[in-house]
């Protein structure tokens, strides 16, 4: 398990490494810079612009002094945030990001999970259908329409919640539910797949035989394996969800992650680009691993492929 | 019995979670900012520096008129020149001296004078080749002001226009008459900064220093920075030291950097906006109607218009151009298709610009740019024009502009025209390179007088990019410099606006019109040309609607 785990960070060297130099690059080849604007800058300020943020080096100089900056932790200055570094700038935003994503998670599992199981138990009934046509319905409706749906009925009529912004703890809550709908839709489908995998499985049925209660069949058998399709898909929709999500940042005006990733690349802000890429980046690995150690407590096929 | 008792307490458990929810919704900014006196003004986008002379944006002009002041100060509702930092000035016979007399109590936010030494410094500062300011050319009007700035000779040899003649005395001195230099003032690049905090954070050559953060910026206008978060608010505080505080009434101002127009109108129809930034153009139809209290149209110095590139075929023969521009409708244009108040463009400088209204010289005769292009044709040997390729940056409203062109020539002129939008970025790469024939284009003025639009058009200036050059065009507006007296300098502008209508390097399609949310509760606040409301004369009155 040990020798797994190094291997495991080991590997995530080269990873990033291959990720910082094409996004590095990519970003070089995109046409247009930081400092086309709509009116001309005269050419020697250009200039000056460029040797400011060290443009001026040949490119692979520019690369080079960068995957040094980048070992020694520095992830440079924003080109467009003039005075904000771009670690500063991850600093600020990506609290605001793992709140709300934490939040949505929350809110995904607690509806996601037992509509999933409930459905699962009482296959082909009115607890089936219903939760999972309207899981079907959640999947389908895009954030940019469920937000301002949402913000219409409790900020504009209701007036029991605020439209947007990001500064008191209320703000949280539309946002959070039109985020974490979708992916309790997800859940729920998951879930129940995977319940009633195992709910056929012999040791289940081994469980009931033996007079096991239906709640500890559940509890205690089911829910391990039926579980397992559902932590998979939690990690990576977990960084999804904390590095933010650019629509409903716009839709409610949030100072998230997602604004930066998106911003960055309209305006060739090669620093913050590169910043949130490897932020990102790094967050998946970190993760997915840990959906890995999860997978092997719940499952013990997979701890003995190990 | 006991089902009812599980439906009833599920019942009591969303009742109190209403009720919880409900109690502690707190009444709106807009209400609560009757008796705070705190404007919530909708920035639009988030200024990239917050340096007088390192920024570029109306965001930042926004927020600059907020925390520092020029010699002189705005009139609210016509925008002509009141005294501000200096009490009064003195303009000399030729009109190329000017002295003004700085006011015994205009303070920094700390507490020191401003002085006469602080212009000096600011403007030398802005002018220094090394700090790299973009604007720093709003300076050049300062006699000897090129010479330092293009780095060919220090300040003590170019001795520049700019003049402490003690404390409270400047005498700066003109390259040219210049008729708008009061005007020009209120352009943040000629704006003053605090020498010694600048010092402080080494920042007098270079850009990105932390000293325009919270806690460190030091300015003399009627508010001084108190938070800055990024993507999430800007907000000020009245300054007590600002020598007019009594007449601010407002205690505060919060600018929200909303980028999408969407989100800007919920944003207002909840109450937390007083002002927006803009209307998304299929809202506007919907508003008049519902809200006629809320929108407001306003002109703005502005002119939408497009690009040929008469370096290529076909647009480097004059009869396709004209042909191309008889052939617009831009009347239909503005009524059918923008529908947001917006004036038909029949000559570059948008009417009124600093007294200037150039005669139209683009008109509309389908039936004569038919013959044009047939004459072309024939010429060439032709019998229909190779389509054309149309470059707009991507957009709704660019997009809806130039399908309604695509389908006003294939009508007249029988011409294929490929749509072709592009990443803005790479628009503007495109654009530069001159890898374009027809391409959309604006350019919002930087200060009132025709000056700031004609001169685009000079050969060789940056925003050209047309590849037209007129030997005639560039004295009419050098002449236009010089001339002594505004009539003079009218029939100059005139003869330009005669030469861009009769050789067609452009397009002009329409005038800007700034469309945007207010409530009413918002006084003090008029419609201006540049879009610039002082903020000392906007105070919030009147009752809210619940």
């Known amino acids: 398990m040990k020798n797994f785990f190094i291997s495991r960070l080991l590997q995530a060297i080269p990873t990033l490494f291959v990720i910082a130099t094409l996004t590095f690059f990519m970003t070089r080849f995109a046409p247009g810079g930081p400092f086309d604007s709509d009116k001309a800058i005269p050419e020697e300020i250009k200039i000056k612009l460029q040797s400011h943020f060290g443009l001026n080096l040949p490119l692979f100089d520019q690369y080079l002094l960068y995957m040094k900056n980048l070992l020694a932790g520095d992830l440079g200055p924003s080109f467009k945030y003039v005075g904000w570094d771009v670690s500063e700038l991850i600093q600020l935003a990506f609290p605001v990001s793992l709140s709300l994503g934490v939040s949505a998670l929350l809110i995904a599992l607690l509806i996601g999970l037992p509509a999933g199981m409930l459905a699962a138990l009482r296959k082909n009934t009115w607890w089936d259908y219903l939760p999972m046509g309207i899981a079907m319905v959640g999947i389908c409706l895009p954030s940019f329409v469920l937000g301002p749906i949402l913000i219409m009925v409790f900020a504009t009529k209701l007036k029991l919640l605020p439209a947007l912004g990001w500064y008191s703890w209320t703000d949280l809550i539309l946002p959070s539910l039109t985020l974490g709908l979708f992916y309790a839709a997800y859940v729920a489908r998951l879930t129940r797949a995977g319940m009633l995998e195992t709910l056929k499985q012999d040791y289940v049925r081994t469980a009931r035989a033996k007079g096991a209660s239906p709640g500890r069949v559940l509890v205690k058998h089911a829910m391990r394996g039926g579980l397992l399709p559902v932590v998979t898909y939690l990690g990576p929709a977990f960084a999804g969800l904390v590095s933010g999500s650019f629509i409903i940042e716009s839709i409610f005006f949030i100072p998230g992650l997602g604004k930066f990733f998106v911003t960055a690349a309209f305006n060739r802000d090669y620093t913050v680009v590169l910043g949130t890429v490897l932020f990102y980046a790094t967050l998946i690995i970190i993760l997915n691993l840990l959906v890995d150690f999860l997978q092997a407590w719940l499952d013990p096929k997979a701890r003995e492929q190990r | 019995m006991h089902f009812i008792r599980k439906k009833s307490f599920h019942f009591a458990c969303g009742l109190l979670a209403f009720g919880f929810l409900a109690s502690c919704t707190a009444p709106s900014n807009v209400e609560k900012a009757l008796d705070e006196q705190i404007l919530h003004f909708g920035l639009g986008a988030e200024p990239q520096h917050l340096d007088p002379h390192l920024a570029t944006s109306v965001a930042a002009h926004n927020i600059l008129s907020a925390l520092l002041e020029g010699l002189v100060g705005e009139d609210p509702k016509t925008l002509k020149p009141v005294p501000g930092a200096a009490e009064s000035w003195k303009i000399s016979e030729d009109k190329k001296t000017y002295t003004f007399y700085l006011r015994k109590n205009a303070k920094w936010h700390n507490g020191d004078p401003v002085t006469a030494q602080d212009f000096v410094y600011s403007y030398r500062r802005i002018l220094t080749p090394s700090l790299g300011a973009q604007y720093a050319s709003m300076l050049h009007v300062l006699k000897n002001a090129k010479s330092y700035h293009s780095g060919e000779k220090t300040w003590k040899e170019a001795n520049v226009g700019v003049q402490a003649i003690d404390e409270r005395t400047l005498e700066l001195v003109l390259e040219n008459q210049t008729p708008y230099f009061l005007e020009l003032l209120n352009h943040y690049s000629w704006f003053p900064v605090h020498p010694p905090t600048i010092e402080k954070f080494g920042a007098s050559e270079k850009m990105g220093t932390p000293w325009t953060k919270p806690g460190n910026f030091v300015g003399n206008g009627p508010f001084s920075l108190r938070e800055h978060r990024i993507n999430s608010v800007i907000e000020v505080r009245a300054n007590p030291h600002y020598w007019d505080a009594n007449l601010t009434q407002l205690s505060g101002i919060r600018f929200y950097p909303i980028e999408t127009a969407d989100t800007e109108e919920r944003a207002f129809r909840t109450g937390f906006l007083h002002v927006t930034q803009s209307v998304s153009s299929d809202r506007i139809e919907y508003l008049q109607n519902k809200h006629p209290e809320w929108i407001h149209f306003e002109p703005y110095l502005g002119t939408y218009y497009y690009r040929f590139n008469v370096e290529a ?30 004036l038909p463009a029949y000559c570059f400088t948008p009417p009124d610009t600093g007294g200037f209204t150039a005669s139209d010289g683009f008109g509309y005769d389908p039936d004569q740019a038919k013959k ?78 025709a000056n700031t639009f004609l001169h685009l058009w000079r050969s060789g200036d940056g925003n050209n990019l047309t590849g037209w050059s007129n030997k005639e065009y560039d004295q009419a507006l050098t002449q236009a410099e010089r001339a002594l007296n505004p009539k003079d300098r009218f029939t100059h502008f005139q003869k330009c606006e005669e030469l861009l209508a009769s050789e067609m390097p452009i397009l002009p399609l329409y005038f800007y019109v700034h469309v945007s949310l207010r409530h009413p509760s918002v006084q003090g606040w008029y419609p201006t040309l540049l879009d610039h409301h002082p903020y000392k004369y906007v105070y919030l009155k009147g009752e809210v609607a619940k």
């Open chain 2, 372 to 449: 044009l292009l047939n004459a072309y044709l024939k010429d060439h040997g032709l019998t229909k024009l190779p389509p054309i390729e149309l470059n707009y940056n991507t957009s709704e409203g660019h997009k809806k502009v130039a399908e309604a062109l695509q389908a006003m020539w294939k009508k007249a002129l029988g011409i294929e025209i490929q749509l072709l939008n592009m990443e803005w970025k790479v628009f503007l790469s495109t654009i530069s390179k001159g890898d374009y024939s027809l391409a959309r284009a604006g350019w919002i003025g930087d200060y009132v007088d």
């Open chain 2, 313 to 342: 075929p076909p647009f480097d023969d004059l009869r396709v151009r004209k042909a191309l521009s008889l052939s617009v409708n831009r009347k239909l244009l503005v009524e059918k298709v923008l529908k947001g108040g917006q």
